[in-house]
């Protein structure tokens, strides 16, 4: 198991609605990256943080947004949530940006109804 | 956006023959190359990674070969065990900060 944690497990939230998912980074990472997986789907890049930065971003409309924060730990936040926004969501921290070794948390399972 | 994917969905083989599962990515650009397991009800876990200056690099029981000319990169796993069965994913990035990632090949260990 990695040292990285994700809260809530499961979530289920109403089309419209906002939702705020944590993501606690492995010690001594200062980045973060976040994906998004639909079912039966690769993981997709939503956006990455470095020391509290934004340091990437994927092809995700701006009601995904995050935040990193001095403890390096990680929020993503979506707001107007569409049926579509239904998937696993994963963090994944790294020792520095770059081409580092990224460790993946258990995921948060989000339903939108 | 990019497309790396996988020549093949599913793949089974028997509990100690050799795997290999391939994967195809578009970014020429791409330097940095990481393979994953993903097992049910986990984040994807790293396996092994390489870059662009190498063709082959060798782990425990893996081994995984990039052919940049044609875009192409294969996993070898080596007497495949029944705890191997899992999603194995090729991610590929050509910035650092953004990674792309394959459809998965489903791995089953028949005993």
């Known amino acids: 198991e990695t040292g990285v944690t994700q809260s809530p497990t499961h979530l289920i939230k109403t089309r419209g609605q906002q939702v705020t998912l944590r993501c606690s980074s492995q010690?001594?990472?200062?980045?973060v990256s976040w994906y998004q997986q639909a079912l039966g789907q690769g993981p997709q890049f939503i956006f990455q943080?470095?020391?509290?930065?934004?340091?990437g971003r994927g092809n995700f409309p701006p009601r995904f947004s995050g935040l990193q924060f001095p403890n390096y730990s990680s929020e993503l936040n979506v707001n107007a949530l569409e049926l579509d926004d239904s998937a696993l969501y994963l963090c994944?921290?790294?020792?520095?940006?770059?081409?580092?070794?990224?460790?993946f948390g258990p995921g948060t399972r989000l339903t939108v109804t | 956006g990019e497309s790396v994917g996988l020549h093949l969905p599913t793949l089974s083989v028997q509990e100690g023959d050799n795997s290999i599962i391939n994967c195809a990515y578009s970014?020429?650009?791409?330097?940095?190359f990481i393979w994953y397991k993903q097992e049910s009800g986990k984040g994807p876990q790293f396996i092994i990674d390489?870059?662009?200056?190498?063709d082959k690099r060798q782990g425990q029981r893996v081994t995984v070969l990039l052919n940049k000319t044609v875009k192409h990169l294969s996993l070898q796993i080596a007497a495949t065990q029944p705890g191997d069965s899992a999603v194995y994913f090729c991610?590929?990035?050509?910035?650092?900060?953004?990674?792309?990632f394959g459809t998965g090949t489903s791995l089953t260990v028949i005993p």
């Open positions: 991610a590929e990035t050509p910035t650092g900060n953004q990674f792309y």
């Open positions: 390489i870059r662009s200056n190498m």
């Open positions: 970014n020429s650009a791409s330097d940095y």
């Open positions: 010690s001594g990472h200062n980045t």
């Open positions: 994944a921290s790294s020792l520095d940006r770059g081409r580092d070794e990224q460790y």
């Open positions: 943080y470095y020391r509290e930065e934004e340091n």
